[in-house]
């Protein structure tokens, strides 16, 4: 694939394609939240004077879902806050194959 990590402005990293940057968003109930950072512990959100988050979220591409996760609040990091994951499943398009034919 034509994918590779590059560094934004502000340094957060993110994926690049044929040209186009990922948008990744973060979405906990009704509210969404732009990631700055996504490791595969944690993430980066922009937030600031935001309650701490919990509970069940979702990783979105643009307007399409990535990730299922469960997060929690670990700490506040400049303007933003850092999540942790305790439980992140990628979504795909495909069922999973639990046997063998």
Not at 17 to 32: D, H, M, N, P, S
Request: charge should be neutral; proline fraction near 3%.
């Amino acid at each position: 694939m034509d994918e590779y990590l590059a560094a934004g402005p502000t340094g957060e990293h993110h994926a690049a394609r044929r040209g186009r940057v990922r948008t990744l968003w973060l979405e906990v109930g009704a509210r969404r939240f732009r990631i700055v950072d996504l490791e595969r512990d944690s993430c980066l959100i922009e937030a600031s004077q935001t309650a701490a988050l919990r509970g069940h979220a979702a990783i979105f591409d643009g307007e399409e879902q990535i990730v299922q996760c469960l997060i929690m609040f670990a700490a506040p990091e400049g303007r933003g806050q850092r999540l942790l994951f305790k439980r992140r499943t990628e979504v795909r398009a495909m069922p999973a194959v639990d046997f063998e034919r």
